[in-house]
């Protein structure tokens, strides 16, 4: 079955960089892509990019341009989401989830919490 | 960027009612519109895509219409497991922005 399975909760100061990972299994990991979604505390949905798992390609939402890196690595089926020079408003859940072309983002990881406190 | 404004912001609601939560989109998407539900706590879950297909194992009393830059979802006869946020998404061309959310809640 698909899984998407994230690493755990982190807390970062302000200022500094926040590396999450997604490790798929279940499926052929470079025939979809896979985008990366946030969620502040009480806050609705905020799409960040995607990345291509087979070329390695990327698109990025205009707010994190300059911020936010998104990286794969086939041989351990699993993608990365680094956002750097972190900010109190970058506090947020962080979801990856897998694009089913046609039919949407189909499976979703559980989540990392990233806090930002100094 | 496209931009996706839902409405209406918070919906309160009885069982068995029939809801509708409409979705615009700032340009033509198509019909590369998603329906997602949302519980407190936990990942979304993918409802309808492509405007008004319904994904395996939700419910016959979802389902999604429109095209372009309109969208609607709508619940036929409210449920207690419906009490959720909703969110649509544009994915088109390598993006995917989200609406702000739509809360329904018991009335």
């Known amino acids: 079955q698909v899984q998407l399975v994230q690493s755990g909760a982190e807390v970062k100061k302000p200022g500094a960089s926040v590396k999450v990972s997604c490790k798929a299994s279940?499926?052929?990991?470079?025939?979809?892509?896979m985008h990366w979604v946030r969620q502040a505390p009480g806050q609705g949905l905020e799409w960040m990019g995607i990345?291509?798992?087979?070329?390695?390609?990327?698109s990025y939402a205009q707010k994190f341009q300059g911020r936010v890196t998104m990286t794969r690595d086939t041989s351990t089926s699993t993608v990365y989401m680094e956002l750097s020079r972190l900010r109190f408003e970058d506090t947020a859940v962080y979801y990856c989830?897998?694009?089913?072309?046609?039919?949407?983002?189909?499976?979703w990881g559980q989540g990392t919490l990233v806090t930002v406190s100094s | 960027d496209i931009q996706m404004t839902q409405s209406p912001s918070t919906l309160s609601a009885s069982v068995g009612d029939r809801v509708t939560i409409t979705c615009r989109a700032s340009?033509?998407?198509?019909?590369?519109l998603a329906w997602y539900q949302q519980k407190p706590g936990k990942a979304p879950n993918l409802l309808i895509y492509?405007?008004?297909s319904l994904e395996s194992g939700v419910p016959s009393r979802f389902s999604g219409s429109g095209s372009g830059t309109e969208f609607t979802l709508t619940i036929s006869s409210l449920q207690p497991d419906d009490f959720a946020t909703y969110y649509c998404?544009?994915?088109?061309?390598?993006?995917?922005?989200f609406g702000q959310g739509t809360k329904v809640e018991i009335k």
């Open positions: 492509k405007a008004s």
């Open positions: 279940g499926y052929s990991f470079t025939s979809y892509y």
């Open positions: 990345i291509n798992p087979s070329g390695g390609s990327t």
């Open positions: 998404q544009q994915y088109n061309s390598y993006s995917g922005t």
């Open positions: 989830a897998r694009d089913a072309e046609e039919a949407a983002l189909d499976y």
């Open positions: 340009q033509s998407i198509s019909s590369w």
